[in-house]
């Protein structure tokens, strides 16, 4: 059988993280068996879908490294297929209008609510004569096509992540509305969620239906579609939900949702794809933690995803992202930092200083846990002028400073070349001439040069200063300010 599986999200939102676990776990189960990878965007909901929500998904997907082999396809453009579909399930019998008035259903969910029974619809337009069709047609009811639900029926699958799972039809609701005629349409153009899955399941030849959990009750409705349109039914798996540190379905009231908000937090697109293979998978006799896409689809397989919903942890994204990045080349994380910096106003030609950004990113990179945090941790090494802080303040003010950073900037003055080594040998020869603790040397230095007692590695930003002649100015603006 060639494997074939599919990511059919709804453009209704940015994203979802929920939805790109499930698109990464699709992709390393097809990636394992060899087969393709399907994108389609269920875009049928017209009043909730847009432009730019699919644009989100699309760019998230590429940004991931999920790359799919067909598609995307548009559900809006496949109309006519669910159409016949609609009128093959009527002309079998298995489907029939429905005029029941939104009233009526209101009152019908009152009563049932009333008797404390769970809502449904009562099939009450199962079986309408043609006089009573005619009376309706004449009152101007508008019809939906409700699909056949046998109360009787057992619906049984072998849940590739669950296991058996059986479901009664009583306990779907009564029969489904599977399509609606929408204002001057007359061929029940309006396919509901469950019909135009199967029809499209159906003709993308989908093996293997994998997605979340909060589907299962659509499995069983959609097996009975299958069914009542005659064809094959795909092997189902359902995975666990995210969650929220509190143990509830991950939601938009956690703060981040999508994948975009995680991109714009500075997380890393190989972290954020290494800790969802890690959300609800566990690789088999390992205790590998960081697996690229690739590495993780050799070892990947449905019997190793929990059944349990998987916790989402910070800390732990947080420790894979900051991995990625210390092991990368300051070359190759300059350009994710750079729109950083801009955002945060500092000033720089990202072309003609790049070499100089790549050096303090060099000095930088081994305390950034996300990218967004390079905006605190290289706060002070941008610009000519500098603010110093009190304890800044207080130690440039303390005995013997202004002569040592005096010596310092005449070292620098007839410096004819600049390197760490020659930063240590000024410190040295400094701390000698004024017979002063080095420990002095080196802090009165960092607050001059950066107008703090704490931050990066000293001799490494003073070098990165010097290229810009930012030591000289910083030292004087210092020196000014024990002066004052
Ligand atoms: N459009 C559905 C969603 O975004 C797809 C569900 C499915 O995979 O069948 O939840």
Redesign the pocket.
């Known amino acids: 059988m060639t494997v074939r599986v599919r990511i059919?999200?709804?453009p209704t939102g940015n994203f979802h993280i929920g939805?790109a676990r499930t698109a990464i776990f699709n992709w390393l189960f097809v990636r394992n068996h060899g087969g393709q990878f399907i994108l389609r965007i269920?875009d049928t909901d017209t009043e909730r879908s847009r432009p730019e929500f699919t644009e989100n998904i699309l760019d998230g997907m590429t940004w991931l490294g999920l790359n799919w082999d067909e598609g995307p396809f548009f559900q809006t453009q496949r109309l006519d297929l669910y159409r016949q579909a609609v009128q093959t399930l009527l002309d079998k019998g298995l489907a029939y209008r429905c005029y029941t008035t939104s009233d009526e259903l209101d009152q019908m969910r009152a009563t049932q609510q009333a008797r404390h029974e769970a809502p449904r619809y009562d099939n009450r337009h199962r079986n309408l004569t043609a006089e009573q069709i005619a009376q309706f047609e004449a009152e101007g009811r508008k019809p939906v096509i409700r699909f056949k639900i046998d109360d009787d029926r057992e619906i049984v699958w072998d849940d590739q992540v669950r296991g058996k799972m059986t479901w009664k039809g009583r306990d779907l609701g009564g029969d489904m509305v599977i399509a609606r005629q929408p204002e001057g349409d007359e061929t029940f153009g309006q396919p509901l969620?469950n019909l135009a899955?199967v029809v499209d399941d159906m003709d993308m030849k989908i093996s293997h239906?994998l997605?979340g959990e909060d589907?299962i009750a659509n499995t069983a409705k959609q097996i009975l579609l299958y069914e009542a349109l005659g064809e094959e039914i795909p092997v189902f798996a359902h995975t666990p939900l995210i969650l929220n540190e509190k143990g509830q379905k991950l939601s938009k009231r956690d703060g981040v949702t999508s994948i975009s908000d995680f991109k714009r937090m500075g997380f890393l697109p190989e972290a954020i794809a290494n800790y969802m293979i890690l959300l609800g998978w566990t690789p088999e006799n390992s205790t590998q933690e960081l697996f690229s896409l690739d590495e993780a689809a050799q070892l990947f397989g449905l019997d190793r995803v929990n059944k349990a919903g998987a916790k989402f942890d910070w800390d732990k994204l947080d420790w894979i992202n900051s991995q990625y990045l210390h092991n990368k080349a300051p070359e190759a994380v300059v350009d994710q930092l750079i729109p950083y910096w801009q955002e945060a106003g500092y000033e720089f030609d990202p072309e003609g200083d790049r070499d100089w950004l790549i050096q303090l990113t060099e000095i930088i990179v081994h305390s950034l846990t996300r990218l967004a945090d390079a905006i605190p941790e290289s706060r002070l090494l941008f610009g000519e002028k500098i603010k110093f802080s009190e304890k800044a303040i207080a130690q440039l003010q303390l005995e013997n400073v202004e002569p040592v950073l005096n010596s310092i900037q005449d070292n620098l003055a007839s410096a004819t070349e600049f390197n760490a080594d020659i930063a240590k040998d000024i410190i040295k020869q400094v701390t000698k001439a004024h017979n002063v603790k080095k420990g002095l040397v080196m802090k009165s230095l960092r607050a001059a040069l950066t107008g703090e007692l704490q931050g990066p590695d000293l001799i490494q930003s003073w070098a990165l200063l010097h290229r810009k002649g930012w030591d000289k100015a910083r030292l004087q603006q210092a020196l000014a300010v024990i002066s004052s």
């Open positions: 059919a999200p709804s939805t269920e969620y899955v239906v997605r589907h």
